[in-house]
């Protein structure tokens, strides 16, 4: 190895300080390359408005996005937006991915990191595993399809991920699961999955940990989002009284749901946001065990004579909304379930322009684990 002479090392000390060698970033600032932060792609669309059929033989009724880690591998960890914005019939799916580290570990995890989606009924198996009608993203969008991350190599990088958004046909009536993790490997850096839903206006089932969740029900929805229009008309008409269990969709089969839970010890902050007409029941629940705590659920959408509520349990509220006649049996319709399981200060960076290291100070912190359903709040 070749000494410097102390003129070329100064030259040489210049050059970097000048920025000769230093990278650009996402932001297209430059940088050490060795430096040790947050990396976050730009969003990429992997399937631009594919068919999404809603009647016929190929009509999708399930639709999964996002999963915990399985096998060292396809855990998102990451923000999930599903965004019912389509007016025709087709599914859009973008992903960003991010990983925890320097330039060189950016570009390996990036090169690794890919979209799973296939038919799927089960735990995942690689993609070349896959027969190729069950690809989900070919031709059009298949019944049953899982959204998940998938890292091709022997172990998924624990500082790793992928934020989801996908946008969907406005009449979709199907079932939507949605998961995600947090990912607090990086002390510096506790990045939690947070999930956004528009107008969503069927059945939905979200898992998730110490994010937060914002939800608004499209202002169209109906106590029974599966049944077909001829039959809500004839349940809200029927002689004995709307919704009765005798109309055709009122023997509770098709009564829609949505349930949102953050599980102990996890605690999260949730808002639902209903329309002010439909019928529908709503319970919200900290299951925190050490009482008394600042987290006591809000039914902030029950303020009129619209609203029967419940508050006997401070922690655990319950509502019904727009009673629809005696017929009907009290408890039904639309149904929504909200529950936390922790009531504490939770660090978190939602925005990686913020993050600072570890000499400079700890994340900012809030208190998480608050629930609200309200009425044009979101």
């Known amino acids: ?18 920025g000769d060698n230093g990278t650009a970033n996402t932001d297209g600032e430059t940088g050490d390359p060795g430096e040790r932060k947050p990396q976050v ?13 809603l009647s016929g033989d190929a009509r999708i009724t399930t639709l999964t996005i996002g999963r915990k880690e399985f096998d060292e591998n396809y855990a998102n960890r990451g ?11 087709t599914i859009t799916v973008e992903t960003r991915k991010y990983v925890f580290g320097d330039e060189i570990d950016k570009d390996n995890t990036f090169d690794k990191l890919s979209l799973w989606a296939f038919v799927s009924s089960g735990n995942p198996s690689q993609p070349d595993s896959q027969p190729g009608p069950n ?20 172990s998924q990088p624990e500082r790793s991920g992928m934020d989801f958004r996908v946008h969907l046909p406005t009449g979709y009536r199907g079932k939507l699961f949605v998961s995600t993790e947090d990912n607090i490997t990086e002390q510096s850096y506790p990045r939690r999955g947070n999930i956004t ?13 110490a994010g937060w969740a914002k939800i608004k029900m499209c202002r169209e929805l109906t106590p029974a989002p599966a049944c077909p229009p001829a039959g809500i008309e004839n349940c809200e008409t029927f002689p004995d009284g709307a919704w009765s269990k005798d109309c055709q969709c009122g023997d509770g089969s098709l009564f829609g749901q949505l349930i949102v839970r953050a599980p102990q010890p996890w605690a ?9 007409t439909v019928w529908l029941n709503t319970t919200l629940k900290n299951t925190e065990v050490m009482k008394p705590h600042d987290c006591k659920p809000q039914i902030s959408a029950c303020t009129g004579d619209n609203c029967t509520i419940n508050t006997e349990d401070a922690y655990a509220p319950s509502a019904e909304f727009n009673y629809p006649s005696e017929a009907a049996p009290s408890g039904a319709g639309f149904n929504v379930t909200v529950e936390s399981g922790g009531c504490t200060k939770i660090p978190f960076v939602d925005d990686p322009k913020e993050w600072k290291p570890e000499a400079e100070g700890e994340p900012e912190e809030q ?8 009425s044009g709040c979101l």
């Open 1 to 18: 190895m070749k000494h410097l002479t102390p003129a070329l090392l100064v030259t040489a000390l210049a050059a970097g300080a000048c």
């Open 268 to 276: 999260a902050n949730i808002t639902v946001d209903i329309p002010e």
């Open 79 to 89: 923000n999930i937006e599903v965004l019912f914005d389509h007016p025709e019939e």
């Open 197 to 209: 839903i528009d107008n969503l206006c069927t059945h939905g089932d979200v898992a998730m940990e």
């Open 41 to 53: 792609g730009e969003w990429k669309k992997e399937v631009d408005a594919l068919p999404f059929p």
């Open 135 to 154: 690809d989900c993203t070919k031709d059009t969008w298949k019944d049953n399809c899982a959204i998940y991350v998938y890292y091709d190599g022997k």
């Open 367 to 374: 208190l998480r684990g608050l629930l609200d359903v309200c």
